[in-house]
Antibody, heavy 121, light 106 residues
C-alpha cells in the first residue's frame, strides 16, 4: 500500500525542539522529492519545507528558515523535520506530502495523516 | 509574491445542486493549479491538477477550469460526502495555497 506515516508530534514549550519523522512505503522513496505542509488549528494549509530526492537540496518557507531543518534517510525510506526555537505560532498539524512535478513546482498527490505539534507553556 | 484568493469563504448548497468555487491568483500561474478536498480530521485529498485534470479515482462530477489567474472548481451535483473544505494551490513557483472555501449543507 502506498502511504506516508508521520510520527513525533508532541506538546513542547516555547523555545524547545522537536523532531518529526515521516515513514514512506509502497513507492520508490529514493526517487521522490518530499515536502512538509502544516495547518494551524482552524486555519488553511501552509507549505513549510521540501527536499530533493537525493537530499542534497533543501528549501524552506520564510516563516521557518533558520529554525527548521529537513533531511531524509533513503536507506530507511524516512524523512525528518527537526524543529528548533519553537514558537506558539508553530502549533499545527504537520503533514508530510509527496509532490509530483518537482520540488518547487509540484502538486501533492500523496499525504500522510498528520502529526500534531503543540507549542505551549 | 503571488497571493491566492478563494471565494466565497463559505458556500451553502443543497444536496443535488451545483456548486461553483473560485480561485484567483494575483499573477499568472499558467495552468499550474491544483484543487484539494479536506474533511474534518483528515488530510487533504487531491482532486484536480493542471487546472482541469481529475486525479485518479475522482468522480466525474468534479471538474476544473481556467488558466492564468482565474480558476473554477465545479461540483455538478453535490453528494453528502462532498460537504467539506476545498483548497486551491498554485505550483507555478513554490507551493502556495488559497484560504479555502467551506461547502456546507443549506
Amino acid at each position: 500500500e502506498v502511504q506516508l506515516l508521520e510520527s513525533g508530534g508532541d506538546l513542547v514549550q516555547p523555545g524547545g525542539s522537536l523532531r518529526l519523522s515521516c515513514a514512506a512505503s509502497g513507492f520508490t522513496f529514493s526517487s521522490s522529492a518530499m515536502s512538509w505542509v502544516r495547518q494551524a488549528p482552524g486555519k488553511g494549509l501552509e507549505w513549510v519545507s521540501a527536499i530533493s530526492s537525493g537530499g542534497h537540496n533543501t528549501y524552506y518557507a520564510d516563516s521557518v528558515k533558520g529554525r527548521f531543518t529537513i533531511s531524509r534517510d533513503n536507506s530507511k525510506n524516512t524523512m525528518y523535520l527537526q524543529m528548533n526555537s519553537l514558537r506558539a505560532e508553530d502549533t499545527a498539524v504537520y503533514y508530510c506530502a509527496k509532490p509530483t512535478g518537482g520540488v518547487r513546482n509540484g502538486y501533492f498527490d500523496l499525504w500522510g495523516r498528520g502529526a500534531l505539534v503543540t507549542v505551549s507553556s | 509574491e503571488i497571493v491566492m484568493t478563494q471565494s466565497p469563504a463559505t458556500l451553502s448548497v443543497s444536496p443535488g445542486e451545483r456548486a461553483t468555487l473560485s480561485c484567483r491568483a494575483s499573477q499568472s500561474v499558467s495552468s499550474n493549479l491544483a484543487w484539494y478536498q479536506q474533511k474534518p480530521g483528515q488530510a487533504p485529498r487531491l482532486l484536480i491538477y493542471g487546472a482541469s485534470t481529475r486525479a485518479t479515482g475522482i468522480p466525474a462530477r468534479f471538474s476544473g477550469s481556467g488558466s492564468g489567474t482565474e480558476f473554477t472548481l465545479t461540483i455538478s451535483s453535490l453528494q453528502s460526502e462532498d460537504f467539506a473544505v476545498y483548497y486551491c494551490q498554485q505550483y507555478n513557483n513554490w507551493p502556495l495555497f488559497g484560504g479555502g472555501t467551506k461547502v456546507e449543507i443549506k
